[in-house]
C-alpha cells in the first residue's frame, strides 16, 4: 500500500501542458453543434490496476452521520489541441465522482444519512491550514498509518459532528482523444473516532465508448468501489 501511495501522488505533483493549470484546460465552452450525438457513453473498460481493502463484516452503526469531504485533488488533462472536450475541466469531473460516490454510500449504508462538509467551498477558512497539513504527508505515510490524518479527522468528525468521514485523495483523468480516457483515484471510508480506515479503494482503468457517443460526460461511469 506505501508504494501504491507514492507512486499515486507523484502523478499529482506532475505537471503537464495539457492539464487544468492552464485557463484554457479549464475553461468549459458550450458544445459544438457537430459535438454530442445525444447518446450516453457505452463504456469498455480495461482495468490497469486495482487495490480494494474493506473491513471485514463492514456495517456502519445506524444514525450515525457520514460526513462527505471534497476531492483533495482533482487532475484535468486533455491534449493541447482540442475541439471535443467542451465539458471536461475539474468541476465536471469531481461533480460525476460525487454523484457516484452519494449513490454508493445510500445503496451500502441506506441508514445512515449523509451530510456534505463545507458545501460551496473547499474548506472552511478556520479550517484550512489544519485541513491542508493533515494531508500534506501522504506523499510519504500510507493513509493507514498516518497518526496526523487520524487525530485530524477525528477532531473534523467532532466538530461537525459525524461519526464517519469519507473522501477522495485524488482524482485524475487523461482525455487521450475523442474515445478513450485514462482514470485514476483513491476513495477511503474511515470511522473517525475511532481513527479506523474501513474502506481503502484504488482504481486505474481506461475507459472507451463503444458507440457513436464521445467521451465528453460520465467521467466517473465506470468507477466501482
Not at 62 to 70: E, K, R, T, Y
Not at 77 to 87: N, V
Not at 104 to 123: E, T
Amino acid at each position: 500500500m506505501r508504494l501504491i501511495i507514492l507512486l499515486s501522488i507523484s502523478f499529482i505533483l506532475a505537471s503537464c501542458a495539457g492539464s487544468s493549470a492552464s485557463p484554457d484546460a479549464r475553461r468549459e465552452a458550450p458544445p459544438c453543434d457537430n459535438c454530442r450525438s445525444g447518446e450516453e457513453p457505452d463504456f469498455e473498460v480495461k482495468i490497469n490496476r486495482v487495490y480494494n481493502e474493506t473491513k471485514e463484516n463492514l456495517a456502519l452503526d445506524s444514525g450515525f452521520l457520514i460526513g462527505v469531504l471534497p476531492a483533495l485533488h482533482v487532475i484535468a488533462k486533455s491534449p493541447e489541441k482540442c475541439d471535443y472536450c467542451h465539458s471536461f475541466s475539474e468541476s465536471a469531473i469531481e461533480f460525476d465522482f460525487a454523484a457516484k460516490e452519494d449513490s454508493i454510500l445510500a445503496a451500502r449504508f441506506p441508514n445512515n444519512q449523509r451530510v456534505l462538509l463545507f458545501p460551496g467551498s473547499r474548506v472552511l477558512e478556520r479550517d484550512s491550514a489544519d485541513f491542508w497539513n493533515a494531508f500534506a504527508n501522504l506523499r510519504e505515510i500510507p493513509l493507514n498509518e498516518n497518526q496526523e490524518l487520524k487525530k485530524f479527522l477525528k477532531e473534523l468528525s467532532l466538530r461537525y459532528k459525524t461519526r464517519y468521514l469519507v473522501f477522495a485523495s485524488y482524482i485524475e483523468v487523461t482525455l487521450k482523444d475523442k474515445k478513450t480516457f485514462d482514470w485514476e483515484s483513491e476513495w477511503s471510508v474511515w470511522d473517525a473516532h475511532k481513527g479506523e480506515l474501513l474502506i481503502w479503494d484504488y482504481r486505474n482503468l481506461t475507459a472507451k465508448s463503444k458507440n457513436s457517443a464521445p467521451v465528453d460526460r460520465g467521467w466517473a461511469g465506470c468507477w466501482r468501489p
